[in-house]
Structures are given as structure tokens and as C-alpha cells.
T-cell receptor
Framework: DAGVIQSPRHEVTEMGQEVTLRCKPISGHNSLFWYRQTMMRGLELLIY????????DSGMPEDRFSAKMPNASFSTLKIQPSEPRDSAVYFCASSFPQRSGNTIYFGEGSWLTVV | QKEVEQNSGPLSVPEGAIASLNCTYS??????FFWYRQYSGKSPELIMFIYSNGDKEDGRFTAQLNKASQYVSLLIRDSQPSDSATYLCAVASSGGSYIPTFGRGTSLIVHP
């Protein structure tokens, strides 16, 4: 079975540029999460969708960050404009809460470097 | 605010020993508890989950849950160098949407 698929795997961009990260959740999962991981702050939840609807975006750091989920099989996380402090690994994850107490499954991550 | 605390380590154990990783949490309403392993440069992968007080065994791994004391632990028997990784504890409560809260992780080093 295909897992959570993220793209791009690596992105290097200049400060001020727009960055778009993409995610395809596991088929049948109805919950989707975007996490950010840094050495300083660990794994932080940015936003959570359930049935394509954003439920909790309290972790989105500021207005430069936005996320969408236009359908059950696709989500994007956009940073505009990007800043060096946005450099991190961004993980997309999905789950089916009615199973396994909401075990979430991670994609391989998008490694973002903003210079 | 829900908190999940782990000792950052590193925890260093010799090959063949038992590694014991601990996690405490603040939300008494927590119901689901997860252990993830994360190798350097990789994504977290689920090792096991536990819901009920007591022990749950899966191969060389045993999760232990004590809700009264609000801690969950992971024991790794016969530790191997390939077990060297960061172990993340995650806790979810029934209130709201079962969103797991992750600890910062404990780095485990198994030396030959």
C-alpha cells in the first residue's frame, strides 16, 4: 500500500520566494496533518484537516503560512514570502481516527532550506 | 496546555542490554499512547500503541502504561545497534479530535 506521499523532498529557495509543499494522504484516511520539525522546537503541529475541512490551525506560525485541502487526496502548505527561519523539515501525516486511536502515518518529509 | 515530556538523552546502552525510555504527560484525559522511532534524516515510524494500563509486548518491544502516575514507557530488550534512533512519545485524548501531542524525543545509542 502506498504511504503518505510528499513533494518536493528537498527544496532550497531564496528568502522572499513562495514555497509550496504538496501531500497525498493514504487512501481512505480522512484526517490530515502538517507538522514542522526543527532541532530547537521538535515536532510541531501546524494544521489539522478532517474530511478536507481545517479543524485546528492554531499552530500556523503567521499569515505567511497557508494550507488547503481541495479534496480527500491532496493538500498543500504554502509559505509566502519565505524566510530563513522557516528552514525545517515539513511532514505531512494522515490517519483514520476511528481506527487504532488515531495512529498517524507520516510521509517522508519535505526538507526546506531558505537562504 | 497538554504536555508530553521526555528526557532528551542521549541514552547509551551496550548491545544486548535492555533500553528503558520514559515519557510523562499532563492531560489526565489521555487515552491513546504511541511510540514512534525516528532515524536521523527519516520520518517518524510507529513502533506500537497502547490504550490500557499495564504492559503490551510486540517482539523485543514492551510498552508500559500507568495512567494513575501519568507515564508511559518503552522497553527494548536485546538492544541492537540498529535500534539507535530518536524515540518519540505521543499522547492523544478523546476530548476534541484525538490529535496526538508529541514529546521532543529521547535519543538512544546502542554501542557494540
Amino acid at each position: 500500500d502506498a504511504g503518505v506521499i510528499q513533494s518536493p523532498r528537498h527544496e532550497v529557495t531564496e528568502m522572499g520566494q513562495e514555497v509550496t509543499l504538496r501531500c497525498k494522504p493514504i487512501s481512505g484516511h480522512n484526517s490530515l496533518f502538517w507538522y514542522r520539525q526543527t532541532m530547537m522546537r521538535g515536532l510541531e503541529l501546524l494544521i489539522y484537516f478532517n474530511n478536507n475541512v481545517p479543524i485546528d490551525d492554531s499552530g500556523m506560525p503567521e499569515d505567511r503560512f497557508s494550507a488547503k485541502m481541495p479534496n480527500a487526496s491532496f493538500s498543500t502548505l504554502k509559505i509566502q514570502p519565505s524566510e530563513p527561519r522557516d528552514s525545517a523539515v515539513y511532514f505531512c501525516a494522515s490517519s483514520f481516527p476511528q481506527r487504532s486511536g488515531n495512529t498517524i502515518y507520516f510521509g517522508e518529509g519535505s526538507w526546506l532550506t531558505v537562504v | 496546555q497538554k504536555e508530553v515530556e521526555q528526557n532528551s538523552g542521549p541514552l547509551s546502552v551496550p548491545e544486548g542490554a535492555i533500553a528503558s525510555l520514559n515519557c510523562t504527560y499532563s492531560d489526565r484525559g489521555s487515552q491513546s499512547f504511541f511510540w514512534y522511532r525516528q532515524y536521523s534524516g527519516k520520518s517518524p515510524e510507529l513502533i506500537m500503541f497502547i490504550y490500557s494500563n499495564g504492559d503490551k509486548e510486540d517482539g523485543r518491544f514492551t510498552a508500559q502504561l500507568n495512567k494513575a502516575s501519568q507515564y508511559v514507557s518503552l522497553l527494548i530488550r536485546d538492544s541492537q545497534p540498529s535500534d539507535s534512533a530518536t524515540y518519540l512519545c505521543a499522547v492523544a485524548s478523546s476530548g476534541g479530535s484525538y490529535i496526538p501531542t508529541f514529546g521532543r524525543g529521547t535519543s538512544l545509542i546502542v554501542h557494540p
